[in-house]
Nanobody, 119 residues
Framework: QVQLVESGGGLVQAGGSLRLSCAAS????????MGWFRQAPGKEREFVAS????????YYADSVKGRFTISRDNAKNTVYLQMNSLKPEDTAVYYC????????????WGQGTQVTVSS
């Protein structure tokens, strides 16, 4: 069973930056499309970004395009999310998961990492 551990969240002012990390266990990580998702209070979890197994292909939600960058290091079984020009509406708990398009693949989730952006 794959385990996902997210980290790197925190409190930041609008316009600031954060870099999230997701450490994944499992031998299939390097062949798996990975994604970031987020859930704001009172809202459903939504897709943020995904990256192909090689790292050559990325896809972003319109709301974060141009501000967020997803990357991965298969040698470390880790996927990253660099978040720049943060806005208060980016406030959410961020999770990683394997992805099929914009849909998460695994039923189990890590604990997530809280990102709070103050205005």
């Amino acid at each position: 069973q794959v385990q996902l551990v997210e980290s790197g969240g925190g409190l930041v002012q609008a316009g600031g930056s954060l870099r999230l990390s997701c450490a994944a266990s499992g031998r299939t990580f390097s062949s798996t499309v990975m994604g970031w998702f987020r859930q704001a209070p009172g809202k459903e979890r939504e897709f943020v970004a995904s990256i192909s197994w090689s790292g050559s292909g990325t896809y972003y939600a319109d709301s974060v395009k141009g501000r967020f960058t997803i990357s991965r290091d298969n040698a470390k079984n880790t996927v990253y999310l660099q978040m720049n020009s943060l806005k208060p509406e980016d406030t959410a708990v961020y999770y990683c998961n394997a992805a099929a398009g914009t849909t998460p693949l695994y039923n189990s989730w890590g604990q997530g990492t809280q990102v709070t952006v103050s205005s």
